[in-house]
């Protein structure tokens, strides 16, 4: 019998593979009618406040990306490129908006048939068919639904953000049409896979009722039906889910709200398009100083306020679990921003808003797997370790290996959302103050599967490591594909004038 998935794999996407237009709540019997068949209940009815809160996470996460990132973004290169940054960061949300809709939820998340459904969704709601205002998506809980085009907007403004994040690597150097041309080809084939093996998995009610028909049959012919049925609805989908795509061999890995989906999975793909467009032309020769930190804190205050739509909005209702994802996110961003200032302050002699900002949205980072499973006293102590890990990587271990990675994507995102994502299967430990593992099969949801540190953490180091790889490889792919159609690098007279002037014609600054 295979594993049934854990609150991690379930939490963030229980709704997202197996999407059922009725769940039944029951059979009404008909009094008057004893000879009559039973007739079904009517389906349930999202909660309103689970709706408005999808609908203002889902403003969040895009508020997240414009202005939160291009701004954030913006301030950190010089100002012949500011410019440019926000017109990549706008022109990103808006086509990955556009390609969601138009097939990117269906493979990715809306539809799981096919033979391929362990790594790919299928097309059975390309340009959302079937998604209406009437529709509805499970959530992690026993009989909880919510529409499901709140749902497909939530995630869209995930799929919105994470291609975004990568242009940060490459930032000053990198050619428009190659941008767009590589960020359509890396939604295709590296986010929405990725999304789908982690997020795509079955429904809390579809792992209960197999379950409960399981514990009821009586014979051997019908209790070997009921465990293919078990099997299948568990292991349908899902790599995270110990499903069918053992080639990568997760089982039970956990990630609340997108660690590996969006950091790891961003971030190496951005350390890769920074080694294969080499350096800025003068790099570690001439100041490359950020040109508006004030800009850039107002990019970060952004990005911490956007990113409770991020980690609460991915519990999928407004519940307890919300709550905790909420002050999770707060309390590990807060000690984040803290530690990075003061261990900064102790090594550098000063203290810098830069670091400030860096720490705030490394702790980000590292909650974000963590925000609906551990407690409060960890995700601080999360907070306060991830800081001095990233700053180590985006000083001392990016100067030794001198790779140009602009704004640090590589040593934040990554690297903070590795750390995250291992400490998530510590603190996810009740022992620890976590909420522990819950086991689906049981109707009321309740908190009953037993934790394991070792099979968990390897669990959580095999979806690191198949992130890394699936990212990092394809990424490299896709770049010497773009590379070798229309270019990927800029000509060094443009790249010296700015690409304000010489990609988009115009200036962030008229002065």
Avoid at 348 to 368: F, Q, R
Avoid at 370 to 384: D, H, K, T, Y
Wanted: charged letters at 10%; aromatic letters at 10%; a neutral charge.
């Amino acid at each position: 019998m295979k594993t049934v998935p854990s609150l991690g794999t379930a939490v963030k996407a229980v709704g997202l593979g197996l999407l059922t237009a009725a769940l039944f709540a029951g059979f009404a019997h008909a009094e008057d009618a004893p000879a009559a068949a039973a007739a079904a209940a009517p389906a349930l009815v999202p909660n309103k406040g689970d709706t408005a809160w999808m609908l203002i996470s889902s403003a969040l996460v895009l508020m997240m990306s414009i202005p939160g990132l291009a701004l954030f973004y913006g301030g950190l290169v010089r100002t012949k490129n500011m410019l440019s940054v926000l017109t990549q960061v706008m022109a990103i949300v808006s086509m990955v908006g556009v390609v969601w809709v138009l097939y990117g939820y269906s493979i990715a998340l809306g539809d799981t048939s096919g033979s391929m459904v362990a790594y790919i969704g299928g097309f059975g709601k390309v340009f959302l068919k079937g998604v209406d205002a009437a529709a509805t998506a499970p959530t992690f809980s026993n009989g909880v639904v919510i529409p499901e085009l709140a749902y497909m907007v939530f995630q869209m403004t995930f799929a919105m953000i994470t291609p975004a994040l990568i242009v940060g690597a490459f930032a000053e150097r990198m050619k428009f049409s190659a941008v767009m041309v590589f960020m359509l080809l890396w939604v295709t084939f590296i986010y929405f896979p990725i999304a789908h093996w982690v997020w795509a998995v079955a429904a809390p009610d579809d792992i209960a009722n197999a379950a409960k028909a399981l514990a009821a049959a009586t014979d051997d012919a019908a209790k070997t039906a009921a465990q293919a049925k078990l099997d299948e609805v568990t292991g349908a989908v899902g790599w995270l889910a110990g499903g069918s795509a053992s080639w990568m061999g997760g089982v039970g890995a956990l990630d609340f709200a997108g660690g590996t989906v969006v950091h790891i999975n961003a971030g190496i793909a951005g350390l890769i398009g920074a080694l294969m467009l080499g350096k800025r032309i003068g790099y570690g020769k001439e100041a490359m100083a950020p040109h508006s930190l004030t800009m850039t804190m107002v990019g970060a205050a952004l990005l911490w306020v956007g990113w409770f739509g991020f980690n609460a909005g991915s519990n999928l209702e407004a519940n307890g679990t919300t709550a905790l994802a909420f002050v999770n996110t707060m309390v590990a961003t807060a000690g984040a921003a803290l530690s990075w200032l003061l261990v900064e302050w102790a090594v550098k002699g000063k203290p810098s808003l830069l670091g400030m900002a860096s720490g705030a949205v490394a702790g980000l980072v590292a909650v974000t797997p963590a925000s609906g499973f551990a407690g409060v006293m960890g995700s601080l102590v999360l907070g306060l370790l991830v800081s001095p890990l990233c700053l180590f990587f985006v000083s001392t271990v990016k100067n030794k290996l001198g790779y140009d990675d602009a704004l640090d994507v590589f040593g934040v995102h990554c690297i903070g959302g590795i750390f995250g994502a291992l400490m998530t299967g510590i603190l996810v430990n009740p022992a620890l103050g976590g909420v522990g593992i819950t086991d689906y099969t049981n109707l009321t949801g309740a908190n009953a599967g037993t934790y394991a540190l070792g099979p968990q953490m390897i669990a959580q180091l095999t979806a690191v490591l198949s992130t890394l790889i699936w990212s990092g490889v394809g990424s490299a792919i896709l770049y010497k594909i773009v590379d070798l159609i229309i270019g990927l690098r800029v000509p060094v007279d443009a790249e010296r004038e700015g690409l304000d002037v010489a990609e988009h014609g115009e200036r962030a600054y008229n002065y």
